[in-house]
């Protein structure tokens, strides 16, 4: 991790979020992309056959590195770009989590951390899921509902990922 000389600014939307560790304090988060986001839940889709310990890894490394928006300090793991291939995504992962062992975070930690990221995206998932046509989430934008943007799963998108959710995750926020 590297220090930011100012720190990141937090919108006060809900597409901000952020826990808070007993070890390293509070820690925010942005809700990436409609693109990254569908790119995490995909992922999760895609190593179902994984063991789930290392499916979980794997998935909280993509996550959180998507979606870490600390006001201190900024992850040195580069994304991928999207479209990458699921072997991209976990050296990516690895890079995060190594990253966060690196700074002295736990297994704990590094849960608690997906956890908190998972809510949202799960959330998201089931809008989209629950969502008839894209102009129904056009509406509930415009009702600030915080639905978001029009978007729907299709065959050309790869099969609907659905919600993963994250061991003891209990996060029902949305972004």
């Keep these: 991790m590297r220090p930011l000389l100012d720190p990141r600014p937090v919108k006060d939307t809900p597409r901000y979020w ?43 490394g993509i996550a959180i590195g998507f979606c870490w928006w600390h006001r201190a300090f900024d992850l040195e793991a580069k994304p991928p770009h ?34 908190a990221v998972m809510g949202p995206l799960n959330a998201w998932a089931d809008d989209v899921k629950a969502a008839k046509t ?22 050309e998108d790869g099969p609907d990922p659905g919600p993963f959710v994250a061991p003891g995750a209990t996060s029902t926020a949305s972004p």
């Design 18 to 60: 952020f826990v808070e560790t007993e070890e390293h304090g509070q820690h925010h988060f942005r809700f990436p992309s409609y693109g990254r986001a569908y790119q995490i839940l995909h992922f999760a889709a895609a190593t179902k056959q994984v063991p789930q310990i290392m499916r979980t890894f794997e998935l909280a």
């Design 82 to 115: 999207k479209g990458a291939s699921d072997r991209s995504l976990s050296e990516y992962s690895d890079q995060v989590i190594d990253e966060l062992q690196e700074a002295g975070y736990d297994d704990t930690e590094i849960e608690e951390l997906f956890v």
């Design 134 to 155: 894209p102009t129904e989430l056009k509406k509930d934008v415009e009702l600030d509902k915080g639905a978001p943007d029009p978007v729907a799963f299709t065959e």
